[in-house]
């Protein structure tokens, strides 16, 4: 528009000024609001329940507890994002949050619906997961079902069917052991990534403890060829069964048990009356030989030692009457900072998961499994049932509500 003057570029502009003032305006406005909702969402009654619990979980006072994040979200179905083996969810649509809350510069993770919630632990949990395998009913070969879930026990999935055992490996690999006759085991390897590819390694018959180099280029595991023969190293490129596969006799007086790579060397960790014995070779020698090196240089031992002043203890002990795990700091001087107790545990095995320690045993008549906050000392459940074996994983589980640490 234009008036006898000449103004129409006055005009128009002023026109476009009012308009993206009222877009800002509108803006700003959808801004103030969507905070309004937060900050009404974080107030809520459900918030306050979730925030309550950890206070009761960490014995911290509830004003040292604050919900930082706060996410309406639509779970599928009952189960709120954390759905749990055995158990059947109403099948409907459920309007909840996903909520972190801090304590003492940790992070937490709780799901709710509007009227329920469910703890899912240190945000830092949900870069690790567990492997457990169960018994399958009239199996043939005495195989099982192997699957991973989340270290509260929760997001259960089967990753392979057939396994009698299993051995964990770095980036999202598991290298599994399958009977396949009275006198026969394959080797092989999957991917936690729900597509239960199979990819072969060896065979023999009998299989142990197995390991991949950190280049995921060879393995190495411990191999019984046949009926009544000696134990041995097989080392061999990652492809067909056996490729470029090369047998080593074990040191004199050495049966199978654990093995390991140090970068370009294989190590194994063998019992030798109550204590234990380490050896280490390097496998493209012309001819290996096993030489014994200290114990604490096994992969992963190293760090139990905690500094110069302390190490970390987990041991097995009976406290009024009751088999109890107990994992405590010890001092160069003999004293003991107990971290956590685990009662009516009979551990059968351990291990470090960054800043937790993850333990398994038998409770009773079933299987059981806890992961122990080395900062907090809080005793996490993270599974019970029956299941034939439980190990840790360092990978984060293949279905869950948060993705790298964060909201989904």
Known sequence: ???????????????????????????IGAKANAAVVARSKAQSPIVAKCKAD????????????NAIEVKPTTWPDAAMGMPE??????????????????????RYLYVTSRTAF???????????????????????????????CSLV???PVLLVSGVSDFYPQAKGLVICKRRTSRSGHDLFYVKADGKKKEKPLYSAFDLGDAAMNDAQTEWAGFVRPMVGGPWGIVVAGIGPKGAHARTLALPEGVQSGRIAWSGENVMILAKKGEGQICFETSPKAATPEWKAVGVNTFPG?????????????????????????????????GDRDVTAKIVALTMRGYDLLGGYVFVWG???SAQAAYTVNLSTGEVIP????????????LYPPLRAPITAGKLK
């Open 153 to 155: 026990g929760t997001n």
């Open 85 to 106: 083996s055995g158990k059947m969810y109403a099948q409907v649509l459920t309007p909840g949050l996903k909520i972190i809350i801090e304590a003492q510069s940790t």
């Open 1 to 27: 528009m234009r008036d006898s003057n000449g103004n129409g570029q006055r005009v128009s502009r002023i026109f476009m000024v009012m308009t993206l003032a009222a877009i800002g305006c509108g803006l």
């Open 382 to 393: 993270s599974f019970h049932g029956a299941c034939r074996d439980i190990k840790p994983f």
């Open 54 to 65: 950890l206070a009761k979980r960490l014995k911290l006072p509830i004003q040292d507890i």
């Open 301 to 333: 031992l190293a760090d139990y030692v905690l500094n110069k002043s302390q190490t970390l203890e987990i041991t097995q002990i009976t406290e009024n009457a009751k088999p109890t795990v107990e994992i405590a700091r010890v001092w160069f001087t």
């Open 118 to 148: 469910k703890y899912g632990g240190p945000i830092s949990t949900w870069s690790y997961s567990i492997l457990y395998s169960n018994a399958v009913h009239n199996e043939p070969n005495l195989n099982g079902n192997l699957y991973q």
């Open 362 to 364: 038998d409770k009773g």
